[in-house]
C-alpha cells in the first residue's frame, strides 16, 4: 500500500511528514493550555451526564489520543461536549438511579453503542442520514437543550435536589425543593454565575482598555472558568464550607483508568439503541460543521465518512477506558486552536497531560464545589439558546419554522427523543409535501422564436391540438402520482388536444414509479385517442428508459428539442408562429383558466 | 350555495342534471346483472376476511350508495375487495378467534376507524401521503398478497384447518392438516378451479369461435363463478354432501342488516390503528388508480380528496350496517363497466338489488359449498401475482427492484405489516440517498459565446480566479450539508480561486437548511478570502431570500446571468473567451481532475 493510500485511512501521516521542531514547541505550549482550562469544563460536563466528574477527565485522554491519529481535522478537539452529555443523562437517568454503579456501566456501554454505530455508518457509508436532521430540527433541539440543560443544573446552584427530564418536570421538582435551598452553596454559585457571565461578556474589552494585546486578552478572559474553581476550592477549604453542607466534587480516585470491556447486556443495549443513534448522528453533525468551518480558515478538507471512523474510534475507547460519550466541540476548538495548536499533535500531548492531572492531582478536586461546575455550564450553554432564530427562520419559511418551535416545545414539554422525533417526522411530512407538488407549466412557443415559455409568464402561442407540458423537477415517486392527477386534470380540460408533449430539461431521473405513472399515463391518453409524446430528456435518463420497455410501447416520440416536436405534430401553427413578428400574439386558450387555478 | 358549489361537495348532482329514461334503462339492466355477478365474489371475500360470508353483501349495500351519491368516479364500484379484506384478516386473527362475536365486532371497528381516517386524509388534506408507497413496494405488496391469500384459501380447496400470517407458517400447518384431507370437497375445489380457470383462459375465445358476438361472451365467460356457484350448490344438496363432511355456508340470518354502531373500546383501536393506517392508505391508492383508469376513456376527472371523502363515508356506513372494510375494486368496475352502466346510478340500484337478496335468497346460500367461493378466489387472486415485474424493475434500476423484492420476502415470510414497513423505509432511504447528492457541475464558458456548459462534457474555458458550479436541483435539507462539503472540497483543490459563482437555474427551493448552509459556506469561503456569488436565480426563490438577511451578509452579488457574472469578477478571460473562436480551446486546469472523480 502506498504513502498515499494509507494516509488515507491515517490522516495523521499527512501532517505528521512536515513536523519540525517549531510547530513541535507550538503544539507543547498549546496542549499545556489546553489541558488547563478543560479541566473544568470536562468535569462539568461529567456532571451534566450525571456521572462522577472524574469520568469527564477519562474521557478526555484516549479518545483525544485517537481522533488526533484517525481525524481529518486538524483543528477539532475531541471529548464530553454539553450536548451529548445531556443526551447520556437523558437515556440513562430513567434506568438507574445517579451514582450507581449501573449508571456508570450504563454510561460505557452507551459510549461503546455509538462507537460502533458511527462504524457502522462508516461502513454503509450512510453519513448521508445525517441529512434526515433538518437544521430547523437541530436548531430547535439545541435551544431547547440550553434552556433543558440550566433548569437541571439550578439544583447544583440552589444545593438542593430536583429530577425530570422535561422542562415541566424540573420546574415543578425544583420550586418544591427551594424552600431547602443551601444558602453557602447559593452564594458560591450566585458568585460563580456573575464573574463568569461578567468576564465572558466584558473581561476581553477591559483588559484591552488596560492595554493588554488582544490576543493575550482573550487568553486570559478564556481561562476565567480556572480562575473561578481555584477561587471557591480555596473558599470551602478556607471556610469549612463543606461541613456548612455546600456540597464538592468530593474523594476522586487517583491514577488512570484501568481498561475494562463494558458488560454485554443485550436488553440494556436495545433500550440504549435508540438513544445512541441520536447520540452518534447529533454527535456527528455537530463535530463535522465544527470541522468544516476550522478546515475553511486554511482552505484544509474534511471527509466526513473518515470523521465518522475517527469519532467511532474515540468513542470505542472512550468506553474501554472508564469515559463517556464524546464528541467534536465547538468550544474545545476554539480554545485549542486560539491556544495556537498548529497539529492534532497539541489535542494528543493535552490528552497526555490529562493523564498526568489524573494521576498526580486529583486530590485537588476533593473540595472543589459543585456549584462552580454548574455555573460554567450553564454560562456556556446559554450560548446555545437561540430563539431569535425561531422568528427569523419563520419569517422565511413557515414550514421550516414550524418543524423548530414544534422541535423546540416537544423537547422541552415531552422530552428530549419524542421531541425530536416530531420534529424529524414534520420535516419529512413537509419535505415530502413540497416535492410531490413540482412545478408543471404549460409552456407555448415564443412568437419569431424556436422558444418555449410558460403561458402564465410569456404572451406565447399554443398549438389547438398539441399540449406542451414542462416539468421541472425529477420524475419520483414522491410526485409520480401527482403529475398522473394534474396531467389527467389539464387533459380532461381540453378535449380538442391529439398531442400531449412532456419537456424534459428538468429531468434528471425518473424512477420506477414515475415510470409506471408515464405508462399509466399513456395507456389512459390512448383510450382517449391522444398521444404522449417526450422532448429534451437528458442523456443519463434516456439511457435508464432504453432499459425498460416504455420507448417501445408508450407509441409516442421522443423529440431532442420541444421545436422539434412543435414542428412534426402542428407544423402549420409553429411555422406561422416562428415568422409571426407582431407584437399581438394570439392568447392562448388555455391562458386565462391557468391564471385563475393557482399553482396548488 | 349555487349549485356549482353544491356539486362539488356532492358530485352525483353533476350527472343528475341530465339523467333521463333511456339511461335509466341502461343502468338498471347494468345493475341487474352488476347484483348477480357480485354476490358470490363479496361472499367470498368476506371469507377471505375470516368474516360470515353474508357481511360481504351487507359490505355491498349502504357503502354503495354512499359512493354513488359522494363519489366522483362514474365507472367505479365499491364494495369488498381482494387485498382489504386479507388486511382486514391479518388485523383480527391475531386478537379473537376467528368466528366469535368479538371477531365480527372488531371488524365492524376496523371498518369505522378505516372510514375516520380516510376522512381525517381528506380533512388535512393530506392525500398526498399515499405518495410514501412507492409503486416498487405496491407491486411487491399486491404479489405478496396473491401469493399468501392463495395459500390461505388452500384449507378450503381441501377441507382441512390451517392457520398464519406469513406464508412459512401457512404452508407448515397446511402441510401437517394434508392427512385430514376431505375428498368429496377437495373434488368440488379442484373442480371449480379448473372450469373457473378455463373459462376465464378460454372462455370468451370459444363463445366467439361459436359464433357468438364479443361482448355477450364476455359477459358470458364473466358469469362463470355464478354457473360454478349454482352447480355445486345443486350438487351439494342432491348428493347430501354435507353429512360427508363438505363445508358449507350454512345458515345465514335473512333480512336487512340492523344499523348499529360498533362499540367504542380504546385499547383495540389502539391495536386496530396500524393496519386501519394502512388499509385507507392502500384502498384509496387502489381506488383512485382504478378510478382514473375508467376516467381518462372519457375525460373526465378524477377528485382525489372528494374520493377519500366518498371512501370514508362508504367505510362508515359499512361500519354502522354489520359490513366490512371496502374500497373501489377494479374487478367490481370491470363488471359494472362492460354491463353498460351509465352512471354512478348502476351502483346504487345494484345495492338495492343486494339489499332484495338479502331480504329474501339468503336460504340459497345455506349449502353453498365454502370450495367454491375460495376457488373463485384463487383464479382472481393469482392474476395479482405478477413475479416478472421484479425482473423489469431490477433492470430499469436495481434501488427500485431491491425495494420491491424486500417488500414481497418480507411480507410473506414476517408478516404484511413488518413487510410494507420494511419496503417503505428502504424507499424513502434510498429517496433520500438519491436526492440527497444533486447533481453539481463545475461550468466554464464555450468560447465565442456567452454560454457556460459542464466542464466534463464540453470544451469550455475556465477564468483562473472564478469557480463557476450550477446546481441541478432544489436546495433542501436532504442535500443541504452535500452542497456544503462538495463546495468546500471543490475549493480547497483550488487555491487560486478568489470567487465561486453558484449558478441556481435549476433551483426551485432554498429551504431554512440550505439558507443556513450557504450561510455557513458564504462565512468559510470569506475566511479563505473567496466571495460566494449566485447567478441566474429564479423569481420565486430570490423573493424568499430576500425575507432573510442572507442577501446584505453574504457581501457577494446576484446576477442575472452566468455570463454577467463572469463579466464582472474576470472580464479578461470572459472577453477574451467570448472573441475566440478557434478550434483548439485551453483545457481547463479542472477538467483532468474531475473526469477522474466520479460522481459520488
Redesign the interface.
Known amino acids: 500500500m502506498s504513502l498515499d493510500r494509507l494516509s488515507r485511512y491515517l490522516p495523521c501521516l499527512s501532517w505528521a511528514k512536515g513536523y519540525d521542531r517549531a510547530t513541535a514547541l507550538q503544539d507543547s505550549l498549546a496542549a499545556a493550555t489546553l489541558t488547563l482550562l478543560l479541566i473544568p469544563q470536562s468535569m462539568a460536563y461529567a456532571m451534566l451526564a450525571g456521572l462522577p466528574p472524574i469520568m469527564g477527565l477519562y474521557a478526555s485522554i484516549l479518545p483525544a489520543i485517537v481522533y488526533a491519529v484517525l481525524g481529518t481535522s486538524r483543528a477539532l478537539a475531541v471529548g464530553p461536549v454539553a450536548i451529548v452529555s445531556l443526551l447520556t443523562g437523558a437515556a440513562l437517568a430513567p434506568l438507574f438511579p445517579q451514582g450507581s454503579a449501573e449508571y456508570t456501566q450504563a454510561a460505557l456501554t452507551l459510549a461503546l453503542l455509538c462507537g460502533a454505530l458511527m462504524l457502522l455508518l462508516a461502513l454503509l457509508r450512510a453519513g448521508?442520514l445525517?441529512?434526515?436532521?433538518?437544521?430547523?430540527v437541530i436548531?430547535g433541539f439545541i435551544s431547547a437543550s440550553g434552556i433543558l440543560i440550566t433548569l437541571g443544573q439550578l439544583k447544583h446552584i440552589l444545593g438542593i435536589k430536583s429530577e425530570g427530564v422535561t422542562a415541566i418536570e424540573l420546574v415543578r421538582t425544583t420550586a418544591l425543593a427551594l424552600p431547602d435551598t443551601n444558602l453557602a452553596t447559593l452564594a458560591i454559585g450566585i458568585g460563580s454565575l456573575v464573574f463568569l457571565y461578567l468576564t465572558r461578556r466584558y473581561g476581553k474589552s477591559v483588559l484591552i482598555g488596560a492595554g493588554i494585546a488582544p490576543s493575550l486578552s482573550a487568553h486570559i478572559t478564556r481561562a476565567a472558568p480556572v480562575v473561578a474553581v481555584v477561587v471557591t476550592t480555596l473558599l470551602v477549604i478556607a471556610l469549612g464550607l463543606e461541613h456548612l453542607g455546600v456540597p464538592v466534587v468530593g474523594d476522586v480516585p487517583r491514577g488512570l483508568p484501568s481498561l475494562t470491556l463494558p458488560m454485554f447486556d443485550l436488553p440494556l443495549i436495545m433500550e440504549l439503541l435508540p438513544i445512541a443513534a441520536l447520540i452518534s448522528l447529533i454527535g456527528f453533525?455537530g463535530s463535522?460543521?465544527v470541522a468544516?468551518?476550522f478546515?475553511?480558515?486554511?482552505?484544509?478538507?474534511?471527509k466526513?465518512n473518515q470523521e465518522l471512523i475517527a469519532l467511532g474510534g474515540a468513542n470505542i475507547l472512550a468506553a474501554l477506558s472508564g469515559g463517556m460519550p464524546v464528541s467534536g466541540g465547538f468550544s474545545r476548538s476554539v480554545v485549542s486552536y486560539d491556544a495556537g495548536a498548529q497539529t492534532p499533535l497539541a489535542g494528543a500531548l493535552a490528552a497526555l497531560g490529562f493523564a498526568v492531572v489524573v494521576m498526580l492531582f486529583t486530590p485537588m478536586f476533593e473540595s472543589m464545589p459543585r456549584a462552580v461546575l454548574a455555573a460554567i455550564i450553564i454560562v456556556a450553554v446559554l450560548t446555545l439558546v437561540d430563539l431569535k432564530a425561531i422568528v427569523?427562520?419563520w419569517?422565511?419559511?413557515k414550514?421550516?419554522?414550524a418543524a423548530?418551535v414544534v422541535t423546540l416545545v416537544g423537547v422541552l414539554a415531552l422530552g428530549i427523543e419524542t421531541g425530536i422525533l416530531l420534529g424529524l417526522s414534520l420535516?419529512l411530512l413537509l419535505?415530502?409535501?413540497?416535492?410531490?407538488?413540482?412545478?408543471i407549466a404549460v409552456v407555448g412557443q415564443l412568437p419569431g422564436s424556436e422558444h418555449f415559455r410558460n403561458v402564465e409568464r410569456f404572451p406565447v402561442v399554443c398549438s389547438p391540438i398539441m399540449l406542451s407540458l414542462r416539468v421541472?423537477?425529477?420524475l419520483?415517486?414522491?410526485?409520480?402520482?401527482?403529475l398522473?392527477?394534474r396531467l389527467?386534470?389539464l387533459?380532461?380540460?381540453h378535449?380538442q388536444v391529439r398531442h400531449v408533449v412532456l419537456m424534459c430539461p428538468?429531468v434528471?431521473?425518473i424512477?420506477?414509479?414515475a415510470?409506471?405513472?408515464l405508462e399509466?399515463i399513456a395507456?389512459?391518453?390512448k383510450?382517449?385517442d391522444i398521444q404522449l409524446h417526450l422532448s429534451e430528456v437528458k442523456g443519463p435518463v434516456m439511457d435508464?428508459l432504453k432499459?425498460?420497455?416504455f420507448l417501445q410501447r408508450f407509441g409516442g416520440q421522443v423529440f431532442i428539442s420541444q421545436y422539434k416536436a412543435a414542428l412534426t405534430l402542428d407544423p402549420d401553427t409553429t411555422l406561422a408562429t416562428l415568422k409571426h413578428t407582431g407584437s399581438e400574439p394570439k392568447t392562448h386558450p388555455l391562458s386565462e383558466e391557468i391564471h385563475h387555478e393557482k399553482r396548488p
Chains 1, 2 share one sequence.
Open positions: 448521508f445525517v441529512n434526515f436532521l433538518s437544521h430547523p436548531s453533525v463535522v460543521s468544516q468551518t478546515a475553511a480558515r486554511k482552505r484544509q478538507r474534511i466526513p427569523r427562520t419569517n422565511y419559511s414550514q421550516d419554522g423548530m420535516s419535505f415530502l409535501w413540497r416535492t410531490s407538488q413540482p412545478h421541472d423537477e425529477s419520483y415517486f414522491p410526485n409520480a402520482r401527482y398522473e392527477d389527467m386534470a387533459v380532461s380540460s378535449p428538468g434528471n431521473l424512477d420506477a414509479s415510470l409506471e405513472s399509466a395507456e389512459r391518453l383510450a382517449a435508464q432499459r425498460s420497455d
